[in-house]
């Protein structure tokens, strides 16, 4: 016979409305008790539960990471292989890259050799102005000098014009040398 069934047959079987409540009360106290200690041993069944869960959880996780792992390494394979090609490429472009760079220099100095002489060769045509324009001058102040005078300046124009053929020649030829133009050499005036 179960509490149930003792507690019912007592129930029945009393007169008294006291004893009646007492009985009440006590059993259910005792079923209180019993569903609390059942309480806590649900409670301790979950929580064994949910641990056996967080374990199987870490077990998975722990699988999921290894293949991932396996995964990355395979990607990492292929991406090794990947990058090799790409460092072949850079190789090739960087070799490139210094070929041009090399005759974009090249290109670069002789262009600055052609405007260097260009430069010389205006600087001598501007002096061979200025001398032209200069001895016009002398000419003009000779013509309006008198004879004496005349005679006197135009030895010592000739000799300055000499000096001035002479620094010109030499400044051509000098020009001429560091271009390896032998071609266009001076011949001074004795």
């Not at 032209?132 to 004879?147: A, F, P, R, V």
């Amino acid at each position: 016979m179960n509490k149930y069934d003792n507690f019912i047959s007592l129930y029945n079987n009393t007169t008294s409305n006291k004893r009646k409540i007492k009985l009440q009360n006590s059993y259910f106290q005792t079923v209180s008790k019993e569903l609390t200690k059942s309480e806590r041993e649900l409670k301790d069944k979950k929580d064994i539960i949910k641990q056996k869960n967080n374990e199987l959880y870490c077990v998975s996780e722990f699988l999921e990471n290894k293949k991932k792992k396996l995964k990355d390494l395979k990607t990492m394979d292929s991406l090794s292989k990947k990058l090799i090609e790409q460092e072949e490429i850079i190789q090739k472009l960087n070799e490139k890259i210094k070929f041009l760079n090399a005759d974009q220099e090249r290109r670069r100095k002789k262009e600055e050799q052609n405007e260097l002489k260009n430069q010389k060769e205006k600087q001598i045509q501007i002096q061979n102005q200025k001398q032209k324009e200069k001895q016009k001058q002398e000419e003009n102040k000779k013509i309006k000098m008198g004879e004496k005078n005349k005679k006197k300046n135009l030895s010592k124009n000739e000799e300055n014009n000499k000096k001035l053929f002479r620094t010109v020649c030499k400044f051509k030829e000098l020009l001429n040398s560091h271009y390896n133009a032998e071609d266009n050499k001076c011949q001074t005036n004795k």
